[in-house]
C-alpha cells in the first residue's frame, strides 16, 4: 500500500526559503503524477504544484510560479518542492499527494488523487 510522508516544514521569515520532500513507501512512484496541495487556516485546500510521472511536466498555481519548483527524484522515492521568496499568504498546511497510474498527466481535479500524505507546516512570518 503506498504511503506518502511530506516533511521539510517549519517557520521561515518572509523573503526565505524551504524544501519541501515527500517520500513514497510500499509503492514505487516512477510513473504517478504527484501534486503538492496546501491549505491555510479556513480556506479551502488547493493545488499548488504537479508533476507528471515521467517529470516531463509540471504546472504550477499561478501564486507560485516563479518562486516554487517541483521536481522528482525516483531513484529516491521522493517528489520535492522547492519553495523560494516566501510569502505570509503561503502559510498553510502542505501535502503530497499521488494520482493513479492511469493519468500520465497531472489530472485536473483533486479527487483523481487517492493517496495523500499527513501534510507538514508551513509558516511565513516575521
Known amino acids: 500500500q503506498l504511503q506518502l510522508v511530506e516533511s521539510g516544514g517549519g517557520l521561515v521569515q518572509p523573503g526565505g526559503s524551504l524544501r519541501l520532500s515527500c517520500a513514497a513507501s510500499?509503492?514505487?512512484?516512477?510513473?504517478?503524477?504527484i501534486g503538492w496541495f496546501r491549505q491555510a487556516p479556513g480556506k479551502e485546500r488547493e493545488r499548488v504544484s504537479c508533476?507528471?510521472?515521467?517529470?516531463?511536466?509540471?504546472n504550477y498555481a499561478d501564486s507560485v510560479k516563479g518562486r516554487f519548483t517541483i521536481s522528482r527524484d525516483n531513484a529516491k522515492n521522493t517528489v520535492y518542492l522547492q519553495m523560494n521568496s516566501l510569502k505570509p499568504e503561503d502559510t498553510g498546511v502542505y501535502y503530497c499527494?499521488?494520482?493513479?497510474?492511469?493519468?500520465?498527466?497531472?489530472?485536473?481535479?483533486?479527487?483523481?488523487?487517492?493517496?495523500w500524505g499527513q501534510g507538514t507546516q508551513v509558516i511565513v512570518s516575521a
Open positions: 508533476i507528471s510521472g515521467r517529470g516531463g511536466s509540471t
Open positions: 510500499g509503492h514505487t512512484l516512477d510513473y504517478n503524477p
Open positions: 499527494a499521488a494520482a493513479s497510474l492511469v493519468f500520465s498527466l497531472c489530472p485536473l481535479y483533486q479527487a483523481s488523487f487517492g493517496s
